[in-house]
């Protein structure tokens, strides 16, 4: 968001029995996205940097709690210790976390280069569909306006869609970038 700009509004956090579960819809994705980082928190400033994602972009309460914990412990620390990590969890969260892993060593061994590519990807995957969700929601509103009609919230809305259209527009931007140096590095290996 720029600055001067109306404050994006985030969308409300579910209460924990209503969380989305695994299987649904977004959450596959968003474990994915948090198994790479836990294979390479090292990443998480850059993957941040280039997708925007935030705790926010994800719709599971476990997975954000868990991305927020990660982000505090790599602000706190030097390094990154797995094990040291999972202490601050309760038992449940702590085994959400190590599905997380399992999920991620059950397929094929990753290259830090592969890593690294498969999580800006993700990630930014992860952000496009929250913003299209805002979006969304925010377009929902302005029709509700339409049978209570309210000029100042209209343009406010209107200038939050239009705001989150650019960034969805730069967000695509930075994804084909990325997608473009991951073929460049493809095709630049020797065969």
Avoid: W
């Amino acid at each position: 968001m720029t600055a001067g700009a109306a404050p994006r509004r985030s969308a409300p956090s579910p209460a924990p029995d209503q969380a989305k579960r695994p299987g649904e819809p977004g959450t596959s994705l968003e474990a994915h996205c948090l198994a790479l980082l836990l294979y390479a928190p090292n990443l998480l400033p850059e993957a941040r940097a280039v997708s925007g994602v935030s705790a926010e972009s994800f719709q599971d309460v476990r997975n954000r709690q868990i991305f927020e914990a990660l982000q505090v412990y790599m602000n706190d620390h030097a390094g990154f210790d797995l094990a040291a990590f999972r202490l601050a969890f309760d038992k449940e969260l702590d085994m959400h976390v190590e599905s997380l892993l399992q999920g991620l060593h059950a397929g094929p061994p990753l290259t830090p280069a592969a890593a690294r590519e498969d999580l800006l990807k993700s990630l930014t995957r992860l952000q496009k569909s929250y913003l299209a969700h805002l979006i969304q929601e925010l377009r929902f509103e302005q029709q509700e306006l339409q049978t209570q009609p309210s000029e100042e919230r209209g343009r406010e809305l209107g200038r939050m869609i239009e705001e989150l259209t650019r960034e969805l527009q730069q967000l695509d931007q930075r994804f084909n970038a990325v997608t473009l140096m991951g073929r460049k590095h493809k095709e630049s290996r020797p065969r």
